[in-house]
């Protein structure tokens, strides 16, 4: 079939066939690219409108109990300087993102699951909330957790996370991490996250060595089932002090970042009104690649708000852009770029997906 046919079948919210998504991600005509782009953008503009919500991201610590394999702060990697922001710093940083008029924020760090780090979350948590009364919101991003943790920080005032699924082909995944990783268990959390009551997001790599199209579209897939309310996800970079960067021979920054774009938009015409992030990674590999996200069909911006000083020490990836840049050069910076594509900021909103709305609704 056509790829122009399977596109207006989208476009007109009709069913389609898998095999109909994985022609879509296999598009190689430039101007066919053009045309999906195009119509991710029409779905855009009437299901969530053209408007960015900036999510303010603090990179609070990187220690990591987990070893995954294409990670630069994965623990096995003994070149990186371990740190971890402080509770007050955190908190001021939180409200200086509340006074730009970020409705929300996003709370990162690599995994650890010890009690301190537990209480730890709960307090700045609270904090937040008191300090912000309740204005800002906060989603989280702290990998694998028991029910009763999500619970005591669900209780604490956060109520989005992020938790992405990195693959689900499940050999795939296994290839990707050492066997004490489990993807059973990483769905498992996901189900403990919606249970909660948490707006939940996911996301995989796109590009990731021995990942096929069809994987990418049973990714896809497995949004839909899961009924995913966000999406945050990109092209998988080569970090050089990793073992994958060894197995990844026919590595193409281009095709990489086009794969990331193509994928952003097939979500957008299969997936409509959930919220997708035009992440860090895809301008890693393009100068102005969020941009292009944004018009690929994606809707959330995750501005930099972590200090200067902890920056160098949090690449996930080799080649992550502003490393040397305030917060405030990021804030000025993403503001322009969303201007010169038209798009207004969605300042002082939470900008939940209209998909959460509709499920919560019922
Ligand atoms: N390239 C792209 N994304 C990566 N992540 C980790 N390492 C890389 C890499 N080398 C992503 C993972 C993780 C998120 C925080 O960062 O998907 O879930
Ligand atoms: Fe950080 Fe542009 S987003 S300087």
Redesign the pocket.
Known sequence: MKTKTIIEKLLANKPVEKNELIALLNISNKAEIQELYKAAYQVKIETVGPVAYFRGIVEMSNQCIKD?Y???IRRSNAEVERYLISEDEVVQTAMWAHAQRYGSMVL?TGERQDNQFTAMIERILLRIRDESNGELGVTL?LGEQSEDVYNTWFNAGAHRYLL?I?TTNNKLYSQLHPPDHSFKERVNCLKKLRKLGYQVGT?V?QGLPGQTTADLVDDIMFFKEMDIDMIGM??????EQ?P?ANEAENYNAERQFELGLKMIAVCRLFLRDVNIAATT?LQALNPTGRELGLQAGANIIMPNITDTKYRKAYQ??DGKPCLEDSSGMCKGCLSKRIDSIGETIGLGKWGDSPHFKKRTDK
């Open positions: 995954c294409y990670c630069g990162q991003s992405r990195e996301g790599m990109g092209p998988f970079i080569v970090h990793t994958l990674a996930l990836y």
